[in-house]
């Protein structure tokens, strides 16, 4: 079994803010393998479905991006699972918008999310950091994480999406370079 997490805040005024880009991937991989219907539990809320023929749940933390190890934690023990079996999807200041990385383990590189999410369930799980680009200033990067991606980040931001989604078995069946490989491709196609 895998968890999958998004990592975002809760709430409409939220959903489309560039911090929210894991909920966004998580969502998206939930539609596209008919996932179950959402639910509230753990702090957050949960949906199931199988990928590459394992079973995986996704869970996105209502618990506001700063405790969201809360939420991961509690899923965590309650199916008896390592953090080696958790896939959480973030935005990433440090790639420029539409490029990812993926990596087990590591620094949380002041991310909030990963701090708490480090703090409750310690380091070695797996990370998709979703590119989103900096503002150039350190004091504009919380006012610029909790707004919204611009109309023009839609020329990178839905195929970035689309591609975490289409390429996601990947993941499961334990190809992180594949799958990241996949995905490089079709969001930056050959010239």
């Avoid at 973030?90 to 918008?97: G, I, M, N, T, V």
């Avoid at 200033?137 to 289409?166: G, M, R």
Wanted: hydrophobic share 40%; with cysteine.
């Amino acid at each position: 079994m895998l968890l999958l997490v998004g990592l975002g805040n809760p709430g409409a005024e939220y959903a489309r803010n560039r911090h929210n880009i894991g909920f966004m991937a998580v969502e998206e991989i939930a539609r596209r393998h008919g996932f179950s219907p959402w639910k509230k539990r753990f702090q957050g809320q949960t949906c199931e479905g199988t990928a590459a023929g394992d079973k995986v749940l996704a869970l996105e933390p209502l618990t506001y991006m700063n405790l969201s190890g809360q939420s991961v934690g509690a899923a965590l023990q309650f199916f008896k699972l390592k953090p080696e079996q958790v896939v959480v999807f973030h935005d990433e200041l440090d790639l420029p918008p539409g490029r990812i990385r993926v990596k087990k383990g590591g620094g949380h590189g002041g991310h909030n999310g990963l701090r708490s999410m480090d703090a409750h369930i310690g380091k070695e799980y797996w990370r998709v950091r979703l590119g989103i680009g900096h503002p150039g200033d350190k004091n504009a990067v919380s006012n610029y994480v909790l707004h919204d991606f611009a109309k023009a980040d839609q020329t990178w931001l839905e195929p970035l999406i689309d591609a975490c989604a289409a390429s996601f078995p990947l993941l499961v069946q334990g190809q992180p370079e594949n799958f990241m490989n996949k995905v490089t491709l079709a969001t930056q196609p050959p010239k």
